[in-house]
Every structure is written in structure tokens, then in C-alpha cells.
């Protein structure tokens, strides 16, 4: 349908003798559009922070610093990279075979209500049988929700685009559904269930308590640079991503890799939602997704469909989120204009690309 | 008889923002722009026309700047895929990040947050004369306010332009094969950048309509997946104006009546009700595409001088 670059363009100046300066040269180019797009980003929003008569300089002084003065901060900060990088995943796997996975926040939801489900209807269980449980309960309804579309996608040729975006709105009524009706919690004043039971909540380290679930979707993320830029599957999927019809032709299986893709992408988007029931939250709740979908597509497409870049840029746009909050505190900025920084990052580095692609051709 | 006729006049009410959406969605697509921002542009448009129409006290004037501001992204859109041949899908979608950024933005600085939001009045209907005195379908159809009968000219107008005029198959052949159009003489550029910004503008006016003829105000999440169902929606009527204006109708049917069930109640859980018109869509996507030919370039960027394209 579509391709997308999987690896940045490579650079001139690759002679031998000169590898040294040549790498310099080159993580340089590569570097520098990302250092020009947040400028640009930062300066087009200070000027609006200013037009609207705010001081800018306060506002960014809470953007950047909330994350790293105080240990909640960074907890706060931790806790909100969780679903991101997951986000983010879900949606880069499937970009890395050519197919855009706009379904991360109902595949989400559909792992929140599965962890949920497993989580109140066998509360009693001891943590050890019923931890794995909601976790495994949680992935697995991501990925079946991913499937659904996968099927849809071989099998009849439906966009995967329409397919994922349409079945995120019935997951919104479903979980309309599961936390307003069938396990409603009256006291709550709002759509949620029930909490889960003890046994499914995962475990808290260190002071203050960091949720185990930081350290799974860590796992996760290394886990899947390693597959992706070192197994035979992995480069499969960056083969269909590449050039479809070359992979064809060379024996891989393109509809079953690309189908793949989707499903792990869901399963991945299903383990966030989980980590959001038994880490964060207790229960399911409804509006739970925030705008975690929106914030994962931005990663991943700021990250060019690296899954090594993946978590580090999830760490920046996880940083911008907790201080957008601060910003809207204390400098009364409305944090609807950090969304606006983080959609203008990504046009001005794809914008930047371009520039980049043009002045290298020119001193060549 | 008259529950039928009132929900008919429903249904080509709620037809509009669908047509609007996907006829401009049509637009660009038959140049070979696939834009996939609609939900973003069509929440932009909304913001934008409530705002306008509040401030300046006409509802015509916000549609007009709800028209421009779309013309702007339509225009972002068209000018960094055909002269920086950059991803529609990417760009689009960033787009649909900074309409929604950019909306929530502007609606959060002017009017804030209010315990009873500001009200604008609703678009008046119009009768028309003679026509409106058919019995059923009289009220149906000649009893609406004039967004009605500006989409059903624009339709017939495109479907005229595009299939019965020459101008207008040259546009198609741009969507189809750009190597053979730009051999004719044919702009692919100038072609693709003016159907991607006026196809923008009318996503943008499909979404001022919500707030002028449902609510009076705007609410977030007004838009509501419309126009993500306005994309499934042009698969559905074939890239062909006159076919999304009937596809249209059943997307609005759908519309119409999860409405009223979940007013009414109807024995099942109204949210199972409200499931129903992505869940049809889905269905009928299968269907559908079985017999729909997409333009043949569609969502792919054209380089005259490479040897690939074409």
C-alpha cells in the first residue's frame, strides 16, 4: 500500500580509511534533523504561549524539569512511559511491514477489560496463579482484537487503517458496557468496575513504589530489537516493509508476515492495558485509553519505525506529557498545546528530512 | 406515517456531514491523494465554524472560516507529498494530531470551561416551494436547511465535472496513471494540489455542520468517528459521487437509529446499540469491495523523473 522507510538514508563519505570521521559524519546527519524539528517546535510554541500571554519561558521551564526534580516526578514519568513504549510498539511493528496499526487504544481497552475480567471473576486467587492470569488474559484479548482486523486485511482486503480505527469505537461502548453495567462499581461517581482482586495487582519496588510493569515493557522493548534486527522474522517483516512485491518474489509469505505484524502489535497494545489495570489503575475504567493511541503513532513515527529508537523517544514524549500537566498548573498554559508541539516535532522532522535529502545532493 | 417521515428527514439530515467528508475525501483520492485526516479536520471545522459563528453572529461566516482553516491542511497535505514526496498516510496522520491539538486549543482559550456553554442558533429550515407540498417525500427532502440542499448540489456537480466533462476526466486520469497525464500536458501537481485543499475544505465543513444543526454548541467528541466511517464510506460508494451519496444514506440510517434506540430503549443494552454502526460497516466493507475499483494511484506520490511510477 504503502512504503515507509525502515533505516535512515544512508550517508555519503562511507570511503575505507575513513570510517572514524565517516561514523561522525553520519550520526551528525542523522542527528540533526531531530536537533532542527524540536527547535522549530519549541519556538513556534513559545511564540503562541506568548501571543496568548503567558510568560515562555516558565512554561518550558515546566515542560522539561517536572520529570527529573523530584523522584515522584520521574515515577510519574516512568509510569506514563509504560503504555507509550507499548503504544509505540504496537504501532511500529506493523509500520516495519507496511501497515499502519491505528488500533492500538481499542486493542488496548480490549486488553484492560480481559485483565479486568480475569482479575474480579477469580479475585480470590493467590498472587502467584492469578498475576500471570490477568496479564495473560490482557495480551491475549489485545491480540485477538488485532486479529480481527489481520483476517479482515488477507482475507477480504479491508484497509487495515478503517478496520483498526472502526473496531476501537466498539471497544469504547464494550467497556461502556463492562464498567457501567455488568461489573459497575456504584460508589466510583464515574464508569469503573470493581477493583480487581489483590492477588492480580502487581508489585510496587523501591521508595517510591515503582510498578513491576516498568520492567516488563523493558523486557518487551529489548526483546523486540533483538527479534526484529536479528532474527530471520524480523527481517522478513522489515523485507515486506521494504519492497513487498521483491520480498514475494523471494519466498516470503508477505500476507502472513504482514498479518503477523498486526497480531503482535495487538498483543502488545493488549499487554499495556493490562499493565494499566494491575499496575496503575486497580480496575477498569472507562476513558482509561486517554490519548495514549495518538501519543504511540507520534513515537513511532518520530522513531521512523526504529524499534531501537522506540523507547528512548517514548522517554522524551513521556517527559512533555507529565510536564504538560505542571505547565497547565503553574504557568496556566493549556496542555492541549504540547499535542501541538509533539504533532509540529514530527512534520518538522519529516520536513527537515527532505531539506536534509536535498543539501546532501547538492554538496555531492 | 409521520414517525417515518420524521425519521427520514433525520436520516438526510445526518447524511450531510457524510457526504460532505466523503465526496471531498472522493476528490483528492481520484487525484491520487489518499488524505486520511478527516476526523481531525472535521473537529477543527467544527471548533472553528462554533467559534466564528458565536463571535460574529452568523452561522454562514463560520462555515466559510471552517472552509478555510480545512483549505489550509488540505493545502499542508498537498504540497509536501507532491513537492517534498513525503508519506500521505504520515503526514496525514500528523495532521489529524495537530487539527486536534490546534482545536482543543482554541476552544480552551476563548470560551474555557463552562458549566452551560455558549449557544449558537441552529441552521433554519428552509422550505421550498411547491416541492415541500409532495406528501412524505416532500418534508423529507424539501423541508431542510440549506447545508441539505448544497450537499445535494455539489454532488450532482461532481458527478457532472468528473464523468461528463473533459476537465474533469483529465482529473481522473491523474489518480490513474500521472505518467500518462503528465504526457498529455496534464498538471499532475497543480491538479492533485487543488483537489487535496477544496477536498479539505468541504471535510472541515462537514464538521461545522454538527455543532449548527444537533447541539447549538460544541462538545468534545462531537465528531465522534465520523470521519473515520466518511473514509469507509467513499470504499463503499466506489470513489464515484453518485454512489457516496447512496452509501451515504445507509451510513446515516445507521446513525439515526443507534440515536434513537439508546433514547428509546429498545430490551438490549443501549451500548451494544451504538456498537452497531462500525460493526455494519465493517460487514459491509467485506461486501463491498468485491466489486469497488479504487483509483489505480491512489496514496502514492508521483516523480516525473523516476522510471518506477507510472
Not at chain 1, 286 to 306: H, K, P, S, V
Not at chain 2, 284 to 301: D, I, Q, S, T, Y
Request: charged share 10%; hydrophobic share 55%.
Amino acid at each position: 500500500m504503502t512504503t515507509v522507510e525502515v533505516q535512515p538514508a544512508p550517508t555519503p563519505g562511507d570511503e575505507p580509511g575513513r570510517a572514524g570521521s565517516a561514523r561522525g559524519t553520519s550520526l551528525l546527519w542523522a542527528g540533526l534533523p531531530y536537533l532542527i524539528a524540536v527547535l522549530a517546535a519549541f519556538v513556534v510554541a513559545g511564540v503562541v504561549v506568548a501571543l496568548l500571554g503567558h510568560s515562555s519561558a516558565q512554561a518550558f521551564e515546566a515542560v522539561l524539569t517536572t520529570s527529573f526534580r523530584t523522584p515522584l516526578g520521574m515515577r510519574e514519568t516512568l509510569h506514563k512511559w509504560v503504555p507509550l513504549v507499548l503504544q509505540a510498539l504496537a504501532f511500529t511493528i506493523p509500520l516495519a511491514a507496511g501497515r499502519f496499526n491505528i488500533g492500538g487504544e481499542g486493542q488496548l481497552l480490549l486488553g484492560a477489560s480481559g485483565a479486568a475480567a480475569v482479575g474480579i471473576l477469580l479475585a480470590d486467587l493467590p498472587t502467584p496463579v492469578l498475576l500471570p492470569l490477568v496479564l495473560v488474559a490482557g495480551v491475549l484479548a489485545g491480540g485477538v482484537w488485532a486479529a480481527l482486523a489481520a483476517w479482515l486485511m488477507v482475507r477480504f482486503g479491508v484497509n487495515e487503517i478503517l478496520s483498526t480505527v472502526l473496531l476501537n469505537f466498539v471497544s469504547f461502548a464494550l467497556v461502556d458496557y463492562l464498567a457501567g453495567d455488568v461489573w459497575a462499581d456504584p460508589g466510583a461517581g464515574f464508569a469503573a468496575t470493581v477493583p480487581i482482586g489483590a492477588g492480580g495487582e502487581l508489585a510496587g519496588i523501591g521508595r517510591p513504589p515503582l510498578h513491576v510493569g516498568v520492567f516488563v515493557a523493558l523486557a518487551v522493548a529489548v526483546c523486540t530489537a533483538v527479534v526484529v534486527r536479528r532474527s530471520v522474522a524480523g527481517y522478513e517483516l522489515q523485507a515486506v516493509g521494504a519492497n513487498e512485491r521483491a520480498a514475494r518474489v523471494h519466498g516470503v509469505r508477505t500476507a502472513r508476515v504482514a498479518a503477523g505484524a498486526l497480531v503482535v502489535g495487538g498483543l502488545f497494545a493488549g499487554l499495556s492495558g493490562a499493565i494499566e489495570v494491575a499496575g496503575v489503575q486497580g480496575k477498569l475504567i472507562e476513558g482509561m485509553q486517554g490519548n495514549f493511541l495518538l501519543l504511540g503513532i507520534i513515537i513511532g513515527l518520530i522513531a521512523r519505525a526504529n524499534v531501537l529508537a522506540v523507547p528512548f523517544v517514548a522517554f522524551g514524549i513521556a517527559v512533555l506529557e507529565v510536564g504538560a500537566s505542571a505547565m497547565q498548573r503553574r504557568a496556566e498554559v493549556p496542555a492541549e498545546l504540547v499535542l501541538i508541539v509533539e504533532a509540529l516535532i514530527l512534520i518538522f522532522l519529516l520536513l527537515s528530512d527532505v531539506l536534509a535529502a536535498r543539501l546532501r545532493r547538492r554538496l555531492s | 406515517m409521520s414517525e417515518v417521515v420524521t425519521f427520514l428527514g433525520l436520516v438526510v439530515t445526518a447524511m450531510v456531514p457524510f457526504v460532505l467528508v466523503a465526496q471531498g475525501t472522493m476528490l483528492s483520492g481520484r487525484a491520487g491523494v489518499f488524505n486520511v485526516s478527516q476526523e481531525g479536520v472535521m473537529v477543527l471545522g467544527a471548533v472553528i465554524g462554533f467559534l466564528v459563528s458565536y463571535s460574529v453572529g452568523s452561522n454562514l461566516v463560520g462555515i466559510a472560516a471552517a472552509a478555510a482553516a480545512g483549505a489550509v491542511t488540505g493545502l499542508v497535505l498537498a504540497v509536501t507529498t507532491t513537492y517534498g514526496r513525503m508519506d500521505q498516510f504520515v503526514i496525514g496522520l500528523a495532521l489529524f494530531f495537530l487539527c486536534l491539538g490546534t482545536a482543543g486549543l482554541l476552544y480552551r482559550v476563548t470560551i474555557g470551561v463552562t458549566l452551560t456553554p455558549p449557544r449558537i442558533p441552529t441552521l433554519p429550515d428552509v422550505s421550498i416551494p411547491l416541492l415541500s407540498d409532495i406528501p412524505v417525500l416532500g418534508p423529507v427532502l424539501f423541508e431542510q436547511d440549506l447545508m441539505v440542499y448544497a450537499a445535494a448540489l455539489l454532488s450532482v456537480a461532481l458527478w457532472y465535472y468528473l464523468y461528463r466533462t473533459d476537465a474533469g476526466m483529465r482529473l481522473r486520469s491523474v489518480g490513474e496513471n500521472p505518467k500518462s497525464a503528465d504526457s498529455l500536458g496534464i498538471s499532475v501537481a497543480r491538479t492533485r494540489i487543488w483537489t487535496t485543499t477544496a477536498g479539505a475544505a468541504l471535510m472541515a465543513v462537514g464538521g461545522a455542520y454538527l455543532p449548527m444543526v444537533y447541539t447549538g454548541t460544541y462538545t468534545e467528541g462531537i465528531v465522534a468517528g465520523r470521519g473515520w466511517l466518511a473514509i469507509a464510506l467513499t470504499f463503499f460508494g466506489g470513489w464515484r459521487p453518485q454512489y457516496i451519496v447512496a452509501g451515504a444514506a445507509f451510513f446515516a440510517g445507521m446513525d439515526v437509529l443507534a440515536l434513537r434506540a439508546q433514547v428509546q430503549g429498545i430490551g438490549i443494552p443501549f451500548q451494544f446499540v451504538s456498537m452497531l454502526p462500525f460493526v455494519a460497516t465493517l460487514v459491509v466493507m467485506v461486501f463491498a469491495l468485491r466489486w469497488v475499483r479504487v483509483p489505480a494511484f491512489l496514496g502514492r506520490n508521483y516523480d516525473r523523473e523516476s522510471r518506477l511510477s507510472g
